[in-house]
């Protein structure tokens, strides 16, 4: 893409040796995108007097602060760079008001088309191969029936048999939150009662990984 279109991009990372090597794969290809950087690599803030950023990468490991804090403390495009593969670490980075979560151990060519999806403005989840919480770049199970993140996480511990109460508490929501939210579950899936939900769930890599397997 011409230079002026470049995708500008930020490392919130006070590791030098990972933001280097984050820095070695964007400069990699510079005809795509090009690296803003600062003195430390760490982007805290949206200071009026740094360079223009399209997307940061936010590093959830080694951050200062909550990934909700920090997007809305900067303007840019946030995409979650996480050491986990869980879906509740999808959901809050997600609902924190990220564009993306990507598994550290992501291809260098996924890790590019993600940050060029989030540019054209979609919303990007990639796990490590495995979890059965994601089927390629920005989707999440039952994305295309219109679920959002949190109605799939929910349904995904409806279908390992988990009771609304153990919902409640895994998903930080009241047991209400939860009750109010398995009709609009249904609806979209298309299903009328718990058993069939969990039939659809378990035939749609709808469940969680397993938390007790070894």
């Given at each position: 893409m011409p230079r002026r279109d470049r995708i500008?991009?930020?490392?919130?990372?006070?590791h030098p040796v990972v933001v280097r090597g984050?820095?070695?794969?964007?400069?990699?290809?510079?005809?795509?995108f090009v690296l803003v950087p600062s003195?430390?690599?760490?982007?805290?803030?949206a200071a009026p007097d740094r360079a223009p950023v399209d997307i940061v990468i936010y590093d959830d490991f080694v951050a200062?602060?909550?990934?909700?804090d920090y997007v809305a403390a900067v303007g840019p495009r946030v995409v979650v760079l996480g050491g986990g593969?869980?879906?509740p670490a999808v959901t809050a980075a997600l609902e924190a008001g990220a564009a993306g979560y990507l598994y550290k151990g992501i291809s260098e060519a996924d890790?590019?088309?993600?940050?060029?999806?989030?540019?054209?403005?979609?919303?990007?989840?990639?796990?490590?191969?495995?979890?059965?919480?994601?089927?390629?770049?920005?989707?999440?199970?039952?994305?295309?029936?219109?679920?959002?993140?949190?109605?799939?996480?929910i349904l995904a511990w409806h279908c390992r048999g988990l009771t609304d109460d153990a919902?409640?508490?895994?998903?930080?929501?009241?047991?209400?939150?939860?009750?109010?939210q398995?009709?609009?579950?249904?609806?979209?899936?298309?299903?009328?009662?718990?058993?069939?939900?969990?039939a659809f769930g378990t035939s749609h890599d709808f469940l969680p990984p397993d938390p007790t397997a070894g």
């Amino acid at each position: 893409m011409p230079r002026r279109d470049r995708i500008r991009i930020a490392i919130a990372n006070d590791h030098p040796v990972v933001v280097r090597g984050l820095a070695a794969v964007v400069r990699a290809h510079g005809d795509r995108f090009v690296l803003v950087p600062s003195a430390s690599g760490l982007v805290d803030d949206a200071a009026p007097d740094r360079a223009p950023v399209d997307i940061v990468i936010y590093d959830d490991f080694v951050a200062s602060r909550p990934v909700k804090d920090y997007v809305a403390a900067v303007g840019p495009r946030v995409v979650v760079l996480g050491g986990g593969s869980t879906w509740p670490a999808v959901t809050a980075a997600l609902e924190a008001g990220a564009a993306g979560y990507l598994y550290k151990g992501i291809s260098e060519a996924d890790l590019l088309a993600a940050l060029e999806q989030v540019h054209a403005g979609e919303h990007v989840v990639a796990l490590a191969p495995g979890t059965g919480r994601a089927r390629g770049l920005g989707n999440w199970p039952g994305r295309e029936l219109g679920l959002s993140p949190r109605e799939a996480e929910i349904l995904a511990w409806h279908c390992r048999g988990l009771t609304d109460d153990a919902i409640a508490a895994t998903v930080m929501l009241s047991v209400e939150a939860v009750q109010a939210q398995l009709p609009e579950i249904y609806r979209k899936i298309g299903v009328g009662d718990r058993a069939q939900a969990v039939a659809f769930g378990t035939s749609h890599d709808f469940l969680p990984p397993d938390p007790t397997a070894g």
